[in-house]
T-cell receptor, first 112, second 116 residues
Framework: GNSVTQMEGPVTLSEEAFLTINCTYT??????LFWYVQYPGEGLQLLLK?????DKGSNKGFEATYRKETTSFHLEKGSVQVSDSAVYFC???????????FGTGTRLLVSP | EAGVAQSPRYKIIEKRQSVAFWCNPI?????LYWYQQILGQGPKLLIQ????????DSQLPKDRFSAERLKGVDSTLKIQPAKLEDSAVYLC??????????????FGPGTRLTVL
């Protein structure tokens, strides 16, 4: 079945540091890929998405590129802020937004 | 636009008791989802409704969990009787369905259930 593996946290960074959170997937066919973010006390929010190979999703300074050859969708940001502290989930679906399968989440802690 | 509403936000019960969670989706969203998020894990889909019909309940433990969406708007998820392993956050999400395509899922804040 479909599955997502993402790096364990917490990831602890200083403000303005570069961020990478690794995500790899296993899926049949051509899944859509997503990053969701969960801020403390809030619901999950879609951060960015990519629906086909080589697509780059981007939002709020975050980027991720759909790499079919390496089955990866790593999340990156060039300069993190304290307000980026949250839990980040990588996810896939077999059709756009259908049957979401989530990774276990990676907690990011950014200190001033 | 109001988001997905859920209540209660927190619930503590003893094992073998019953509990119910309520979700009101975004107005006009035909599709409603219930997810279970156990601590340290990603959300897992329990059930998906399209209007008032069930699309997918393959991961719902039907011996103790039930869900309904009688009028195609708000929904209730019930656990009866609860077990210790049901301690989790229960997330509700909704999405629009246009021209045969599903759109982005919007999540509510969740209900944190603790079973003692």
């Amino acid at each position: 079945g479909n599955s997502v593996t993402q790096m364990e946290g917490p990831v602890t960074l200083s403000e303005e540091a570069f961020l990478t959170i690794n995500c790899t997937y296993t899926a049949t066919g051509y899944p859509s890929l997503f990053w969701y973010v969960q801020y403390p006390g809030e619901g999950l929010q879609l951060l960015l998405k990519a629906t086909k190979a080589d697509d780059k999703g981007s939002n709020k300074g975050f980027e991720a590129t759909y790499r079919k050859e390496t089955t990866s969708f790593h999340l990156e940001k060039g300069s993190v802020q304290v307000s980026d502290s949250a839990v980040y989930f990588c996810a896939l679906s077999d059709r756009s937004f259908q049957k979401l399968v989530f990774g276990t989440g990676t907690r990011l802690l950014v200190s001033p | 636009e109001a988001g997905v509403a859920q209540s209660p936000r927190y619930k503590i019960i003893e094992k073998r008791q019953s509990v119910a969670f309520w979700c009101n989706p975004i107005s006009g969203h035909a599709t409603l989802y219930w997810y279970q998020q156990i601590l340290g894990q990603g959300p897992k889909l329990l059930i998906q409704f399209q209007n008032n019909g069930v699309v997918d309940d393959s991961q719902l433990p039907k011996d103790r969990f039930s869900a309904e969406r009688l009028k195609g708007v708000d929904s209730t998820l019930k656990i009866q009787p609860a077990k210790l392993e049901d301690s989790a956050v229960y997330l509700c999400a909704s999405s629009s369905w246009v021209a045969g395509a599903y759109n982005e899922q919007f999540f509510g804040p969740g209900t944190r259930l603790t079973v003692l």
